[in-house]
């Protein structure tokens, strides 16, 4: 969002709010990616030097189990609480604050649960809701499922 310094009174609680695509923010991942519009809420306040911008990002994610998989829907809330020097400037532009806002509430490696168990690499068994279809002794000397396709890549390179 891009604020205009002339835009605001000083000392005096100015209400804005915008909403962004998750690509406008380059908020899209392989494993992650917006159900909804993100929705900007907030207030800036002027003082002699800087800029007090605050409120809270609403939206709703669709992230993937970084073990099993299954993607899982859930509700983006975070606040927000910036301060920018103005001196000599004529507007500030907090875009990409918002954006490292909303990608640190986003883990590195998501979880459907903390004790998510997973699925089994050579069957590929969901294992949160079924038990392993392959005897994981028999099938230890073989690649597992993901790797198979690789394999054959590089075997057929390697012709
Ligand atoms: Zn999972
Ligand atoms: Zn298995």
Redesign the pocket.
Known sequence: MIIKIKDLKKKELTPLAATYDAQTLDLEFEDLHYRKKISLAGSAELTEQSLHFYGSLESEVEQI??????P?ASDVQEPFDFTYEIRDKKMIDSTMDIRDVLILTHPDQF???AD???ICLYCGA?L?HESCRCKAKDSKKETPQTWKPLKKLFERINE
Request: aromatic share 0%; glycine share 6%; with cysteine.
């Open positions: 189990c970084n073990r099993c998989l299954k899982v979880l459907c649960t998510c168990r997973g969901n949160n």
